[in-house]
């Protein structure tokens, strides 16, 4: 919804927000405490950034070669 249809993240995260159980973070799969954790309101917010900064172009397409 970010990417094709230009929805700001708080619009995209509303209805993600109310799911129960709530989604956890991603964490290293490693055996000790997790020293950082990414959720989904960080991957939506870059996404967006990204978009905004043009790093990230769907109409454009992506170059398999590149």
């Known amino acids: 919804m970010t990417l094709i249809q230009s929805w700001p993240p708080h ?3 509303a209805p993600l927000a109310q799911v ?3 989604f956890l973070a991603w ?3 490693g055996y000790s405490v997790a020293d950082f954790t990414i959720t989904l309101q ?3 917010y870059g996404l967006w950034r990204a978009k905004e900064e043009g790093l990230i172009a769907i109409k454009d397409g992506f170059n398999l070669e590149e």
Do not use: H, T
Request: with cysteine; aromatic share 0%.
């Open 11 to 13: 619009l995209v995260l």
């Open 20 to 22: 129960d159980p709530p």
């Open 27 to 29: 964490r290293d799969a």
């Open 42 to 44: 960080d991957c939506v």
